[in-house]
């Protein structure tokens, strides 16, 4: 069975400094690892992706995410924060090759940057 | 950019009642998804579809729930019964197929349906 965990309910950080939101997966096989993120009464945004090759993804709007095979995580990053990146980020995963199966997602991680 | 559009963005139904949630996928996609988010809790997937079928469902996506894809465009989801519990944030979801199964899905904005 495939299952995300986001270990952090809130992300407070200091608009100008670096964010990490973290995820660790458990899947069957091989990964592909996604991030997405929710704005107020809006669907959910995606933001980048994992699929094979560099562990090191870049997504929109600056964010990026590390892949880490052996740690299972897959931690979305951000080099300098904006008040705009403040939202709901969920990190979301399912098999490779697995067909039509659906996206499996954390429980969310809410991100807050203060001016 | 194209996107998924959900009718409607907020609808309220009396309990027993049924509802229909109507999404309209990107054009050239042919997998689609409904999840649905209880306020203030994870995103849960309720059923995946395509080629005219359903590919997958949860034990969510029990005997009072339905999809159709009624027309060349609209892919809809059926509450036959409505109960309190089904009051939720409904996504749809559609993928594109022509470049393999690593694609990201592509969410609409949501149908917040509430059941008093």
């Known amino acids: 069975a495939q299952s995300v965990a986001q270990p952090e309910d809130q992300v407070n950080v200091a608009e100008g400094n670096p964010l990490t939101v973290k995820c660790t997966y458990s899947v069957s096989g091989n990964p592909y690892l996604f991030w997405y993120v929710q704005y107020p009464n809006r669907g959910l945004q995606f933001l980048l992706k994992y699929i094979t090759g560099d562990n090191l993804v870049k997504g929109s709007y600056g964010f990026e995410a590390e892949f880490n095979k052996s740690q299972t995580s897959f931690h979305l990053k951000k080099p300098s924060a904006l008040v705009s990146d403040s939202a709901l980020y969920f990190c979301a995963v399912r098999a490779q090759y697995s067909g039509n199966t659906p996206l499996v997602f954390g429980k969310g991680t809410r991100l807050s940057v203060i001016a | 950019e194209p996107e998924v559009t959900q009718t409607p963005s907020h609808q309220v139904t009396q309990m027993g009642q049924e509802v229909i949630l109507r999404c309209v996928p990107i054009?050239?996609?042919?997998?689609f998804y409904w999840y649905r988010q209880i306020l203030g809790q994870k995103v849960e997937f309720l059923v995946s579809?395509?080629?005219?079928?359903?590919?997958?469902k949860s034990e969510i996506f029990d005997d009072q729930f339905s999809v159709e894809r009624p027309d060349g465009s609209n892919f809809t989801l059926k509450i036959r019964s409505t109960k309190l519990e089904d009051s939720a944030m409904y996504f749809c979801?559609?993928?594109?197929?022509?470049?393999?199964?690593?694609?990201?899905?592509?969410f609409g904005d949501g149908t917040r349906l509430s059941i008093l």
């Open positions: 054009s050239n996609h042919l997998y």
């Open positions: 979801a559609s993928r594109d197929h022509n470049r393999g199964s690593n694609q990201p899905q592509h």
């Open positions: 579809f395509y080629n005219n079928e359903i590919s997958e």
